[in-house]
């Protein structure tokens, strides 16, 4: 009896195993289900306000790099550093290179000097990118090379082999506009409206100018792949998802700004050109999406957000401020090895002068060349050759050698 009292009673459980199961079940088809709506079909936000919200995060990472900026910069870090180099006696000392002197010479007023329009560059720029859709066409030599890229060493496991299907680099050119050169300071950031620009104290500053210009392009540019997404877990190739992306560029807009920084001879460096785009860009995408082979869901409007945020984050990590891109120029010094004429267009089969004369023009010199050589060559072996007398000519050779555009009846024989 005490031990019946002891022991208390295990209360009953108010779900079986059936409705425990059920009702598990039920929760995972809901999670499912609110997962495959809201993730997968839901609605994407308007493209007007995701720029918004992609350019305001833009800005505040913007200033939060100026603002560490200005506060690690000290009035003595602002002094310039004079480099102790080898006076030469023979080349003459120039006058300081300063950016006052260089405005003044110009005629260039950083303050009052209007915005130029650009349109000789577009024309020169269409050229160039019209060359380049042209040679890309050539040999399918665009297409290999990003056939080859895509599938790389970067490529991770679980994706296929990647097959482009369709590109097409666009018909239209981009158009610069609205040029004009600003006064930055030695880390590429504008003076600031409260900062006078003084072309007294610019190399002291560390001043240095940049060329800031409007980029507009609407147009179609298209890049379509196909792959296969492998699932290797718990065995390998568990299952297969075909999947067919093309992403277009359809508009750019945004300020292209460009610099120079000057070559410093102590540390062997070449001067250095550095373009980037300021943070009030606008890229707009147009994604196309197919999953599956039999079932297919097509147009997927999250998957077109997760790429054109990956694609967004590529660009500004690689070409808006604070980052930049920077090319070494090579030396404008007049060289031999750079020099190109007629003769090495000749020599390669074509010339200006149009490929079929090229060629027949070089024949005939490098037949009179070898001609000259052998009559050389044969005076040097008989000296007495050049005054040898040649064999008498006929009375008919004779009436029909004459100069030609000499008078009528003016015949010229060789006589012993």
Known sequence: MASDAACPTRPEPTLSFTQGLIVGQLSVVLILAAFIKFFIFGDPPSSDATASLRATERRAR??????????????????????????????????????????????????????????????????????????????????????????????????????VTELSLGEDFPIFSNCRVIPVDEDGLTLGNGIKFDAATAARDGTRLQARMDVDLSDMLTLAVETKLLLNYPKKLSAVLPVALAVSVVRFSGTLSISFIPSNPSQSTPTMMTFSFLDDYRLDFSIRSLLGSRSRLQDVPKIAQLVEARLHRWFDERAVEPRFQEIALPSLWPRKKNTRGPDDAMADGGGSVGRSKGKEVGRDLRDEGRRREGVADDERRDPASSLRHRRPLSAKEDEEFSIPGSLPGLKLGMRP
């Open 62 to 163: 913007t200033l939060a790099h100026k603002q560490s900026l200005l506060s690690l910069h000290t009035p003595s870090q602002r002094q310039g550093q004079t480099l102790n180099r080898k006076k030469s006696s023979v080349l003459r000392n120039p006058p300081a290179l300063t950016i006052g002197s260089i405005l003044s010479k110009t005629y260039y007023n950083v303050d009052s000097h209007q915005p130029e329009s650009l349109d000789w560059f577009n024309v020169l720029i269409a050229q160039t990118i019209a060359q380049f859709r042209s040679d890309a066409q050539h040999d399918d030599a665009i297409l290999n090379s990003l056939t080859k890229a895509l599938n790389g060493t970067s490529r991770p496991d679980f994706v296929d082999d990647i097959r």
